[in-house]
């Protein structure tokens, strides 16, 4: 019965003296833990979406005119180009801006009612539907007009319809042009009237057509060969409207995956083209400005598409395929922070959809890490946020991010205090004083217990001794 009694008093006073050391507060200097880094040398990191110009193909296609760009709609990295940010003016390509616009905010089957500054103020020499004062015109009509024969009158009525003047209509391509990304765009005009202030660029032009095949309405009209008019009130008869793009017109420039795109030509611009092309559910937006002839902007776009295709490849990023390098990595940052009050309370990673490059790159294999020696910790911060690149390193070098971990460092046992209590010198003394005067206490108490239950246990021997003299 002793022993059981020292043993119980042992583990009581045990467990006071680590109460006393849970409480007492222990300063952390420091955490500089240094982590392995993947990869030493000096390697490009890409987190441009032209960063592949600056890696150009030597059998690359030379392509006429004064900019063009090839740019990949899946992960909309630009493949090729040349001043593709430069001002210039884009002709009838600005329709793509404007017909986007009448899909946007016309009913196909939308009654347009024509008045005369819808057609007035095209100059002689400009392509033109026909249409007169006072006539009713479907929206459908109008936008294949626009699409297939480049009609300008057709166009200005779209303007006019959506907007209530062209003025309007034009701060609304504007807008909507800036809503896409566009910095290099400032349009004057709703139909492509010869300005020198009516400008875009081939990057830019890309995006508006690339945000214009999102809608399969405009691909499909672009596409048409040819397209029966609906007769009017004015005109009793049907109008045919054929196709201009030598895409679709003819034999010699037709392009099996050419799936939309617009025409465009004035003097001061030159000839223009915007295409989209589409093969294996992977398209490819071009963009060519300035080109000095009809046929040879087709030939050209033709040789960028077929070079775009067979000379690049986008791939898709599998996040399954950084699962073990985002568990080390959560791993090794809490093995880092195992002598502080910190850890890893939340993390995720997000990543890009997808990544191109060249198809040779590819081939030759690829690597993926994480870099963590520049995850500086504060021992001293209760909420830490951190964005960790996620890395896809090829054969050659060349190094992309793909990706990165998004971490939250915080204290394990954080309680949230309505009025927290500052922390001074004082303060943990006194806290220190409390528990000895506690753990004194409890002593004193165990002590006493100790020798008043001995006290018990000798009378009751006592007793028993003087029974047994008794009886004998």
């Known amino acids: 019965m002793k022993r059981n009694l020292y043993s119980m008093l042992k583990r009581s006073i045990s467990a006071v003296i680590c109460a006393v050391m849970a409480l007492t507060p222990v300063t952390v200097l420091a955490v500089n833990e240094e982590f392995d880094d993947p990869d030493d040398g000096v390697v490009s990191q890409n987190e441009a979406f032209d960063d592949l110009l600056n890696d150009?193909?030597?059998?690359?296609?030379?392509?006429?005119?004064?900019?063009?760009?090839?740019?990949?709609?899946?992960?909309?990295?630009?493949?090729?180009?040349?001043?593709?940010?430069?001002?210039?003016?884009?002709?009838?390509?600005?329709?793509?801006?404007?017909?986007?616009?009448?899909?946007?905010?016309?009913?196909?089957?939308?009654?347009?009612?024509?008045?005369?500054?819808?057609?007035?103020?095209?100059?002689?020499?400009?392509?033109?539907?026909?249409?007169?004062?006072?006539?009713?015109?479907?929206?459908?009509?109008?936008?294949?007009?626009?699409?297939?024969?480049?009609?300008?009158?057709?166009?200005?009525?779209?303007?006019?319809?959506?907007?209530?003047s062209?003025?309007?209509?034009?701060?609304?391509?504007?807008?909507?042009?800036?809503?896409?990304?566009?910095?290099?765009t400032h349009f004057t005009t709703s139909y492509g009237l010869s300005d020198v202030n009516n400008i875009t660029s081939a990057y830019d032009l890309a995006l508006i057509l690339q945000e214009a095949m999102n809608n399969p309405v405009f691909g499909e009209i672009s596409t048409t060969f040819q397209y029966t008019m609906t007769a009017t009130n004015v005109y009793?008869?049907?109008?045919?409207?054929?196709?201009?793009?030598?895409?679709?017109?003819?034999?010699?420039?037709?392009?099996?995956?050419?799936?939309?795109g617009k025409t465009g030509y004035t003097d001061s611009a030159g000839y223009t083209l915007a295409s989209a092309a589409k093969k294996n559910d992977r398209m490819l937006i071009g963009v060519i400005l300035g080109s000095t002839s009809s046929e040879i902007r087709y030939s050209d776009m033709i040789d960028l598409f077929e070079f775009g295709f067979?000379?690049?490849?986008?791939?898709?990023?599998?996040?399954?395929?950084?699962?073990?390098?985002?568990?080390?990595?959560?791993?090794?940052?809490?093995?880092?922070?195992?002598?502080?009050?910190?850890?890893?309370?939340?993390?995720?990673?997000?990543?890009?959809?997808?990544?191109s490059t060249t198809t040779i790159r590819v081939a030759g294999g690829c690597s993926n890490s994480v870099e963590l020696s520049n995850v500086l910790i504060d021992p001293n911060?209760?909420?830490?946020?951190?964005?960790?690149?996620?890395?896809?390193?090829?054969?050659?070098?060349?190094?992309?991010?793909?990706?990165?971990?998004?971490?939250?460092?915080s204290t394990r046992d954080r309680v949230i205090e309505i009025t927290p209590e500052k922390k001074t010198s004082w303060t943990y003394i006194k806290d220190t004083l409390i528990v000895i005067i506690a753990l004194t206490v409890l002593i004193l108490i165990l002590l006493y217990s100790f020798v008043t239950f001995k006290k018990k246990t000798q009378k009751r021997s006592d007793e028993e001794y003087r029974n047994r003299s008794k009886m004998l």
């Open 166 to 184: 062209e003025n309007e209509f034009l701060n609304m391509m504007n807008e909507r042009a800036a809503e896409i990304g566009c910095t290099d």
């Open 56 to 164: 150009p193909l030597e059998n690359a296609p030379r392509i006429t005119g004064t900019s063009y760009v090839l740019l990949d709609s899946l992960s909309g990295d630009v493949l090729m180009g040349r001043n593709i940010h430069d001002h210039l003016e884009p002709a009838s390509t600005t329709k793509i801006m404007t017909v986007l616009l009448a899909l946007e905010n016309l009913d196909m089957d939308q009654t347009i009612n024509i008045t005369t500054p819808m057609y007035e103020p095209i100059p002689e020499g400009y392509q033109k539907l026909g249409i007169t004062d006072g006539e009713q015109v479907l929206a459908r009509d109008l936008i294949y007009a626009s699409l297939l024969m480049s009609a300008n009158d057709a166009a200005l009525a779209l303007a006019i319809a959506v907007g209530g």
């Open 236 to 260: 009793s008869d049907t109008r045919e409207i054929v196709n201009a793009n030598r895409f679709i017109s003819t034999q010699e420039y037709a392009y099996d995956y050419y799936v939309g």
């Open 381 to 409: 911060e209760e909420d830490q946020y951190f964005n960790i690149p996620l890395y896809k390193t090829y054969a050659d070098g060349k190094t992309y991010i793909v990706g990165s971990i998004s971490l939250r460092i």
């Open 310 to 355: 067979s000379s690049y490849t986008t791939l898709a990023i599998d996040r399954s395929e950084y699962q073990v390098i985002y568990n080390n990595a959560i791993d090794q940052i809490n093995a880092a922070l195992i002598d502080t009050n910190l850890s890893v309370m939340e993390s995720s990673m997000e990543f890009s959809d997808y990544i």
